[in-house]
């Protein structure tokens, strides 16, 4: 099914000859958008009144989140300034208006390029990577790592989520000194019919990095209004919209932890050098085995690692079973930069703390999950797209 997207119904009949098949015409692009989400279109044909950036801004949404879905631009006039910058967003092929016979070409050329990426497209359209953050004790510094993992992440190109579902007492908005403009609890209401659209308007821009963030209610009240299933729906969307989803939690097993590890591709389990905290790495181990998520989604790392407590990585090793990828050391610029709310792998990115993070974010985030890390060089994808 072709959607035709054209402030002017009136005027599609023009085009009706050019698009055949069953033509469904829209006259806003959110409207586009939901039709697309709801499944079973492969070309959207945009009217030549329609705003330039608009379109674009479409195509470039598309790409990523629908890539076999074709765009087609028609303009009254072909401009090169117009022809580059539609290209550029994604958008297959611009034509002139009232050009029926490079228009019936152009839907040509798009079905069989849809064709051709079928299958495998369509399995990676869902590409968006979930990674939750999480430490049954207190402290340890799951939201150090989140944030600084994520601000990383978007630092790299990534379009990236940063979501806090330390519900009751989260502080991701505060460590990175952002007046968030919505909060999960805004989500609630959306609650079935949550879209892009929607989570725009809810996330704060961390404008130094580009990361979105969707911060903790400020009310703690707020937390137990807000059910499991409504957090599931909100991390399967995102990842449609997002490279990656980072999720910070709270210590504990609340619904929401749940649902989060039901949907994370990866879950980082963080723990420190010390009996209580092994104790709580240990159960959290047992409960995703119970949860029955595979071993490979989860990995551990080991915060405050070089303090000398006559507890040494081997030891967990040897005690848990498990394998410590990663060893962040003790540095008290973290906290004097959670106070400047600045993350420090941005503004100290060769300090030891950064270099850790960052080693850890490039091998078991990054590689893993398809991307080709080049140093000193931007990154490339093999797997993810980027739309910056
Ligand atoms: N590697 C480190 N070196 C020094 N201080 C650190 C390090 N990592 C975290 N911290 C500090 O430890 C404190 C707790 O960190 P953080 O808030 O990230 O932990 P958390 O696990 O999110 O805690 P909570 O369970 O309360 O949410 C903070 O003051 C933070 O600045
Ligand atoms: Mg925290």
Redesign the pocket.
């Known amino acids: 099914m072709t959607i035709l997207w054209d402030l002017d119904p009136t005027t599609t009949e023009s085009y009706r000859f050019a698009l055949g098949g069953s033509v469904e015409v829209l006259g806003h692009g959110h409207a586009v958008g939901r039709s697309i989400e709801e499944g079973g279109e492969h070309l959207v044909v945009i009217g030549p009144d329609v705003a330039l950036a608009a379109a674009c801004e479409l195509a470039e949404q598309l790409r990523v989140s629908h890539p076999e879905v074709g765009v087609i631009l028609l303009r009254h006039r072909l401009e090169v300034g117009v022809l580059a910058q539609a290209l550029r967003s994604g958008i297959r092929e611009v034509v002139q208006a009232d050009d029926q016979a490079a228009l019936a070409d152009a839907v040509r050329r798009s079905e069989a390029l849809t064709a051709q990426l079928g299958g495998t497209t369509m399995a990676a359209a869902a590409t968006g990577k979930v990674v939750t953050v999480f ?1 049954a ?11 600084n993992m994520s601000a990383y992440l978007s630092s790299t190109g990534a379009r990236t989520l940063l979501v806090d579902l ?1 519900l009751m ?1 989260g ?1 991701v908005a505060i ?1 990175l000194q952002l007046v968030p403009t919505g909060s999960v609890m805004d989500v609630v209401a959306m609650s079935g019919n949550i879209d892009l659209e929607g989570l725009k308007s809810v996330v704060t821009r961390h404008e130094p990095s580009g990361l979105d963030v969707l911060a903790a209610p400020s009310d703690p009240g707020d937390a137990e209004r807000i059910g499991g299933d409504v957090i599931t729906e909100l991390l399967r969307v995102a990842r449609n919209h997002y490279d990656y989803v980072v999720v ?1 939690t ?2 504990s097993f609340t619904e929401h932890v749940l649902a989060a590890f039901d949907v994370s591709d990866l879950t980082v389990l ?1 723990a420190t050098l010390d009996i209580p905290a092994l104790k709580n790495l240990r159960i959290a181990l047992h409960t995703l085995d119970v949860l029955g998520a595979p071993k490979e989604t989860r990995t551990v790392l080991l ?2 690692a070089d303090l000398k407590v006559g507890l040494a990585s081997s030891d967990v090793e040897a005690a848990l079973k498990v394998p410590v990828v990663a060893e ?8 004097a ?2 106070n400047r709310g600045v993350p420090l792998v941005l503004e100290e990115p060769r300090s030891a ?1 950064s270099l850790a993070m960052r080693h850890f974010v490039d091998h078991e985030v990054r590689q893993r999950f398809g991307e080709t890390i080049q140093n000193g060089a931007k990154r490339s994808f093999t797997l993810l797209r980027s739309k910056r």
Do not use: H
Request: aromatic share 6%.
């Open positions: 430490s004790k207190g402290g340890v510094g799951k939201t150090t790592l989140a944030t330390d007492f502080d460590s910070d709270p210590p963080v915060n405050r962040v050391p003790f540095s008290l610029s973290v906290p930069a959670v703390v």
